[in-house]
């Protein structure tokens, strides 16, 4: 049974920082892509970044090219989404998704809130 447990999220200054933490079991972990997606309110659900299994390329939405960085640790089934200089358009719920090489989606955690705010 694949599991996702997001955790780190919060409340946070504009130009502040978060990291989200991604816990995973119930499948192989490094050979799963691993990504994280976000939801603003009243808007669809969107790609922020994703990491790859093998050599573990990265890939970034525009809009937090050079404020967030996506790594994993496959020793510990964990995926991380480190977030700085983090704005108010930042804000949303934050989801873990897990997927195979061949596109198919193996699960998804169930988010942790993001909100940036002065």
């Known amino acids: 049974q694949v599991q996702l447990v997001e955790s780190g999220g919060g409340l946070v200054q504009p130009g502040g920082s978060l990291r989200l933490s991604c816990a995973a079991s119930?499948?192989?972990?490094?050979?799963?892509?691993m990504s994280w997606y976000r939801q603003a309110p009243g808007k669809e659900r969107e790609l922020v970044a994703f990491?790859?299994?093998?050599?573990?390329?990265?890939n970034y939405a525009d809009s937090v090219k050079g404020r967030f960085t996506i790594s994993r640790d496959n020793a510990k089934n964990l995926v991380y989404l480190q977030m700085n200089n983090l704005k108010p358009e930042d804000t949303g719920v934050y989801y873990c998704?897990?997927?195979?090489?061949?596109?198919?989606?193996?699960?998804w955690g169930q988010g942790t809130q993001v909100t940036v705010s002065s």
């Open positions: 998704k897990a997927g195979s090489r061949y596109g198919d989606t193996l699960g």
């Open positions: 119930g499948f192989t972990f490094s050979r799963a892509v």
């Open positions: 990491i790859t299994s093998i050599g573990g390329n990265t």
